[in-house]
């Protein structure tokens, strides 16, 4: 009993001076980390006791039943320390030749290792882990009294070493499985309850315990330390998700000089100029961006060149303007990797809009086309959907869907693909009327 207080006493000045240390000096602690470092651990099963028994009796397999009480304390993620209380029911097998009924009681104080840590567990998942624990201890065994009527208890020493797999069910909570094995030393009673003719004072006593519970974590922290992140490894994933953060902020997908984050219209083309919020610089609001219309009044005619050429045909030869639309200057034009008509073009569409009631026995084709950046299969399926979305605004503009077709030619290699005002010149859709 003296031993057993003096190894008592001994855990309990422990436990206080690693709390102490925890709260006067955690940076003394290289691998210290805001985690809970008490467990109180709660667990009930099985055992087989396999040596020794003075008489030819035996138990269960397994045998019914076993408990036991135990308080840790982490003083890292990986290390800790432990004292446990157990109590072991040993009855009889049914078939035994004497019948008995032993009480085995221990307490052990042991090391505790954190097998997870070691395998990288926690970078896989944050609700498994494992726990190793080993130690030594006192048992008592009470004499079986049918057999001893002076009574007596045999005081032994015992070590212990066990393996604790475990399911995190919650922030506090956790669900375990212990498989320990013990070793007895000092023997001088069976597992019977009887005393060993030939006791010995080496290693006798052999028992198995099988165990499930419930572990409970206490004290401050963010988590449990079975389940605690690496601190390291933590702030490595912390900085990560800052940096991912800034990239995604700070990218200029269009490559107008202003990042994502302030950006007002991300799909400007390389080269326009553009205000402080990356919109292009439209001076004169015509919808055009200013460095592009002279691209386009070179190569195609404005709307007020094509309004000239309407009103005159209309004095003179209606056919100059199904010439000049079939000839390719009334165009829809988009902005890049878009269905929706740029707003300079919906002159265009009113063009043909106005020609389709002037002459209602007339048809048209409209034809799309996409510039060359992207695959070939992506951008023909861009121009065929740039073409039904012009064919669906006429045709909500009281146009009859069944003098209109429409259809994709894809990519248009007419221009130089490095230029972007080139490219912005194919991204259209053309007319032809009959």
Request: aromatic share 10%; hydrophobic share 50%.
């Given at each position: 009993m003296k031993k057993l207080l003096t190894l008592t006493l001994?855990?309990?000045?422990?436990i206080l001076y690693?709390?102490?240390?925890e709260n006067m000096e955690p940076e003394m602690n290289s691998d210290s980390s805001n985690f809970k470092r008490w467990a109180i651990d709660l667990g009930a099963g099985v055992h087989k006791p396999t040596r020794p028994f003075a008489s030819s009796a035996f138990t269960n397999t397994p045998d019914l039943?076993?408990?036991d009480l135990g308080v840790r304390y982490m003083f890292t993620r990986s290390f800790g320390i432990g004292l446990e209380f157990g109590y072991n029911d040993i009855q009889s097998d049914e078939d035994s030749p004497i019948e008995f009924e032993t009480k085995y009681y221990r307490t052990t104080l042991e090391g505790i290792v954190n097998l997870g840590n070691f395998v990288n567990l926690d970078a896989a998942t944050s609700n498994f882990g494992i726990i190793g624990h080993g130690g030594m201890g006192i048992g008592f065994l009470p004499a079986n009294d049918d057999f001893n009527p002076d009574g007596g208890t045999d005081l032994q020493l015992n070590f212990q070493v066990g393996i604790t797999p475990q399911l995190r069910l919650a922030d506090n909570v956790a669900l375990f499985g212990d498989l320990t094995v013990i070793g007895t030393v000092r023997n001088d009673y069976g597992w019977d309850g009887l005393p060993l003719p030939n006791a010995t004072r080496g290693f006798e006593g052999l028992l198995v315990n099988a165990s499930v519970g419930?572990?409970?974590y206490l004290g401050n922290g963010n988590a449990p330390a079975d389940f605690a992140k690496d601190p390291l490894e933590a702030k490595v994933d912390e900085v990560a998700e800052a940096m991912d953060q800034m990239a995604r902020e700070y990218a200029d997908d269009d490559k107008?000089?202003?990042p994502n984050y302030i950006d007002r219209d991300n799909t400007t083309e390389s080269g326009v100029r553009v205000d402080n919020k990356g919109r292009a610089i439209d001076l004169n609001k015509n919808g055009i961006p200013d460095d592009m219309e002279s691209a386009l009044d070179s190569r195609y005619a404005s709307q007020s060149d094509v309004q000239t050429?309407?009103?005159g045909a209309n004095a003179s030869n209606g056919n100059l303007i199904k010439q000049l639309i079939n000839e390719g200057y009334v165009n829809v034009y988009f902005r890049f990797n878009s269905t929706k008509p740029t707003t300079y073009s919906l002159g265009a569409v009113n063009t043909i809009m106005q020609y389709m009631n002037d002459n209602p026995s007339a048809t048209a084709t409209l034809t799309g086309y996409a510039d060359e950046i992207g695959s070939p299969e992506y951008n023909k399926d861009l121009s065929e959907r740039r073409a039904?979305?012009?064919?669906?605004v006429l045709v909500a503009a009281g146009i009859d869907a069944s003098r209109l077709s429409y259809n994709g030619d894809g990519e248009d290699a007419s221009v130089d693909k490095n230029s972007s005002d080139a490219r912005q010149l194919v991204r259209r859709v053309t007319?032809?009327?009959?």
């Open positions: 001994l855990m309990c000045a422990g690693a709390q102490e240390t039943f076993q408990v419930i572990s409970f107008d000089g202003v050429a309407i009103d039904k979305m012009v064919h669906d007319f032809r009327v009959n």
